[in-house]
Nanobody, 120 residues
Framework: QLVESGGGSVQAGGSLKLSCEPA????MAWFRQAPGSEREPIGL??????????EYANSVKGRFTISRDNAKNTISLQMDSLTPEDTGMYYC?????????????????WGQGTQVTVSP
């Protein structure tokens, strides 16, 4: 069971940092779901030995950063320059297989989500 934390309310232009644990999986990702919309991918982190590859959706590229802390066994999602369009429920997901992409159906484990609300 994955557990997300760090959600909350912030004004536009602000920042939030989400965390997800545990994070022992090679392939982990963040998704979000806005009210009335389908869940969409935000980005992933794939770590093999000491090398991590990150991939981001165009909508968050340059504003969001995914990282991994092996000592804490967590991954994080640093969100900067937030806009009201970033409002939604944010989910952490993990895939057992080493092959890593942003296809939602490929992820076997999911957290319950943490709410992020960005006001104008």
């Amino acid at each position: 069971q994955l557990v997300e934390s760090g959600g909350g309310s912030v004004q536009a232009g602000g920042s939030l940092k989400l965390s997800c644990e545990p994070a022992p999986y090679t392939c982990m990702a963040w998704f979000r779901q806005a009210p009335g919309s389908e869940r969409e991918p935000i980005g992933l982190i794939s770590t093999l030995i000491d090398t991590s590859r990150m991939e981001y959706a165009n909508s968050v590229k340059g504003r969001f950063t995914i990282s991994r802390d092996n000592a804490k066994n967590t991954i994080s999602l640093q969100m900067d320059s937030l806009t009201p369009e970033d409002t939604g429920m944010y989910y952490c997901a993990a895939r057992i297989q080493w092959e890593c992409n942003l296809r939602e159906a490929d992820f076997e484990y999911w957290g319950q989500g943490t709410q992020v609300t960005v006001s104008p």
